[in-house]
């Protein structure tokens, strides 16, 4: 019996570490152009990678400079942003997740010569308000020409 109860809260913790650090943005009902739009406009210092099905996206590497971004090219700390959009119809959610990394020792298991050390949730935020900003900029109704009436 106790090890069934030991075996139920490692796997419910083991089960939430993947939570933590992110940000979400909820019910978005609008074209997933738009969003992926408005996403790529939004990502620190541009892309370094995106996956196929270009829902998932990578940005480059960089450290914070108040409410700006800079490029991170030798530091021993940067960050990157990992966004996922998530649904395959609207409403859609966004996932932001912003990882730090360190510069590691020789010894260490490194992938480029950084660890991750973990995530910087306040970075998250500040980037899901970039990221709602241009989705507000963006008209409603995408249809201009349409609504213009001469007389």
Not at 124 to 137: C, F
């Amino acid at each position: 019996m106790v090890q069934k109860a030991v075996f139920i809260c490692i796997f419910f913790l083991v089960g939430c570490a993947s939570w933590g650090g992110g940000v979400r943005l909820v019910d978005i009902d609008k074209p997933l152009t738009h969003i992926k739009s408005a996403v790529l406009s939004s990502v620190p210092l541009g892309i370094r990678k995106t996956e196929k099905s270009g829902l998932e996206i990578y940005s480059k590497y960089f450290r914070p400079g108040g409410r700006k971004f800079i490029p991170s090219h030798s530091w021993p700390e940067r960050y990157f942003a990992h966004i996922l959009i998530r649904g395959d119809r609207r409403p859609y959610t966004i996932e932001i997740y912003v990882y730090k990394e360190k510069k590691a020792a020789v010894s260490e298991q490194s992938i480029n010569g950084y660890v991750q050390v973990g995530q910087d949730e306040r970075l998250a935020k500040l980037i899901r308000e970039r990221v709602k900003e241009q989705l507000t900029k963006r008209r409603e109704d995408p249809n201009i020409i349409d609504d213009f009436r001469v007389f």
